[in-house]
């Protein structure tokens, strides 16, 4: 009786398993054989979803919370002291397109000469000038020590932050150090690029973004430059991202997978943004122009010709689209802000670099400007500031507008440049002014992602800040917008506009140790919530746009004979259609 356990409960688990297997062989061969299959399928689609989860999105991820005591003691200026960066050691594989490009570089090196910049000797000529030089020189000390050949700084956690995982900042950056004069930071970058870049990984990377920032940062070095490594390496990633035309309309997907050449939809979604499919056509096309070959330009400019076909409301376009059907989204916010801006920009620049040939892309350009002029543009209350609201589902209005916005004086100005109508330089001066008040009129001089106006009369201000929209990106648009203004007016206003926000930004998005941040807070000088995170735009746009706005040589880089991608990346105008 003491004895309570007899032998066969102790064998009790060996014996289930084994009748759990005679079950399993008892179960009829076609069964087993689909049951198999099932599992095989779901650990399959565990590990695909694991590896498209496990892609960093920067917009998804959270910033580090950091106490106002920690942010005094980084956002100083202090003095730079140059440390030597460790260089990640990565072999490229073999590459098809690599190799692709040395073929057609040999092919067409004669037409290559053709399209250098004349450039006068670059460098700073001035105090604002040098003070912008060195503003780069803080922020590449950061991305050089603390981030080398990855995609974005982290300046505070003193780290790094990939996106796509392709050297983001270094690429974006390689004209402005060019234009700077900043000759040996230029040299080690262009080392890296040689020899390190790699685009044959197994990363998604969004198609428009790679194609603004890399496929533009890498033409317009080569142009600069000459050097021909720059255009290989481009017609390597040009070739990375042409799966994504391949969709029943032509329209290209919003992602790729730079191995596999998979091309698909975004992840949140179903659709591809509007800008983004309209803003690829000035980089493939150089691309075209430079080597000889048609297929980079015939693809994107395919889609521009299809935009063009589809019925939209006084010329503006809904955000966005989808890529197999090739329809516009219905109900969509009809807005110059995020998803719809740079198609509007691209149809002038695009007309602007085929020597002014192609008209229905004036047309069109023309026909969205009056657009925006009868249903977008509104005055605030009291002091009247212009500014582009949106039409939430095509028919709302909402006061509200994007610092992306901002863009459409400096396009603006350069269509008047090209005959456009007095109403655009009107335009072009009026946003500016509301610009530089959604700068000046907060506590720290910087202006929101965001901004609401007011256009109720009774008092209160005209600039409305959301506290979800009161960070700031160290985006580039209004500095933007006013080198334009100033290139063509020569109107000293502008410069001193340019120089008051330049101050800001030492000011408040500084980090001491190297890099400048985005901020969570414009409203609050005392706590301004660093975020951690420089953008890649900042070094190709920002500080660029800057330099070009004290630059005391009339045209540095003429406007007569290059234009500007969407991240400030300068390419050839070519004067033929
Ligand atoms: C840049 O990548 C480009 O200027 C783009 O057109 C808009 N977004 C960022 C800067 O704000």
């Known amino acids: 009786m003491s004895v309570s356990i007899s032998i066969p409960e102790l064998l009790q688990t060996p014996v289930k398993r084994r009748s759990l297997w005679r079950e399993w062989n008892q179960l009829p061969r076609f069964l087993r054989l689909v049951l198999l299959l099932m599992f095989a399928m779901t650990g399959f689609s565990v ?66 000469e053709i399209k250098r910049f004349e450039i006068e000797e670059a460098g700073p000529t001035n105090q604002y000038q040098e003070a912008v030089v060195e503003a780069f020189k803080h922020a590449w000390k ?20 990939n996106w796509f995982g392709i050297g983001l900042t270094l690429i974006d950056a390689l004209d402005t150090m060019y234009i700077m004069g900043l000759k040996e930071e230029f040299q080690e970058a262009r080392e890296w690029v040689a020899n390190k870049l790699d685009f044959n990984i197994n990363k998604d990377v969004n198609f ?103 019925p939209k409301k006084d010329g503006l376009v809904p955000m966005f689209i989808n890529a197999d059907k090739g329809h516009f989204r219905t109900h969509s916010t009809l807005t110059l802000g995020a998803r719809a801006d740079t198609y509007y920009e691209y149809l002038l620049k695009q007309w602007i670099q085929t020597g002014r040939n192609i008209s229905w ?62 109403s655009h330089q009107r335009l072009a001066e009026q946003l500016m002014e509301t610009c530089y008040q ?10 929101p992602e965001i901004a609401y106006f007011n256009m109720k009369d009774g008092g209160g201000s ?29 109107n000293e206003t502008y410069r001193r506009w340019g120089w008051n926000i330049f101050q800001a930004f030492e000011r408040y998005t500084k980090v001491k140790t190297g890099g400048y941040t985005t901020i969570g807070d414009v409203r609050n000088p005392l706590f301004v919530r660093p975020r951690d995170l420089m953008e890649s735009f900042f070094l190709g746009e ?31 105008i070519y004067n033929n259609r």
């Open 462 to 490: 005209d600039i409305i800040i959301k506290s979800n929209d009161a960070h700031n990106l160290l985006r580039p648009e209004t500095v933007e917008s006013l080198w334009y203004m100033y290139y063509f007016t020569r």
């Open 542 to 572: 920002t500080l660029k746009y800057f330099y070009l706005l004290f630059s005391d040589k009339q045209e540095l880089l003429s406007l007569d004979k290059l234009v500007f991608n969407t991240e400030a990346h300068p390419l050839p």
């Open 47 to 112: 590990v695909y979803l694991y590896s498209i989860l496990s892609a960093e999105l920067p917009s998804v991820k959270k910033s580090r919370d950091f106490t106002q005591k920690h942010f005094e003691q980084n956002i100083i200026p202090t003095e730079r002291k140059e440390s030597v960066a460790e260089v990640q050691q990565i072999e490229p594989p073999h590459n098809k397109s690599k190799e692709e490009g040395k073929d057609l570089l040999k092919k067409f090196s004669i037409r290559n």
């Open 438 to 447: 959604m700068y000046a009129s907060t506590a720290t001089f910087l202006s």
């Open 208 to 310: 428009f973004e790679t194609t603004i920032r890399v496929l533009g940062g890498l033409l317009s070095t080569y142009h600069l430059s000459q050097d021909k490594m720059f255009l290989e390496k481009a017609v390597d990633i040009a070739n990375h991202l042409m799966p994504c035309f391949k969709t029943r309309s032509g329209v290209p997907y919003s992602d790729v997978n730079l191995k596999t050449g998979f091309a698909h939809a975004p992840l949140w979604g179903s659709d591809s943004s509007v800008s983004e499919v309209s803003t690829v056509q000035l980089e493939f096309r150089d691309l075209s122009r430079v080597t000889g070959s048609p297929k980079y330009e015939e693809a994107a400019f395919h889609v521009s010709k299809y935009l063009h076909t589809l």
């Open 142 to 161: 950061g991305y050089r020590e603390y981030a080398w050949g990855h995609d974005h700084l982290k300046p505070i956690s003193k780290s790094f932050h």
């Open 361 to 422: 892309l004036k047309e069109d350009y023309m026909e969205a400007v009056e657009g925006v002029m009868k249903n977008l543009v509104r005055k605030s209350q009291p002091k009247q500031l212009v500014f582009v609201g949106e039409l939430l589902s095509g028919r709302n209005y909402s006061p509200k507008m994007d610092h992306l916005v901002c863009f459409l004086s400096g396009t603006l100005i350069l269509g008047y440049h090209y005959g456009m109508p007095t």
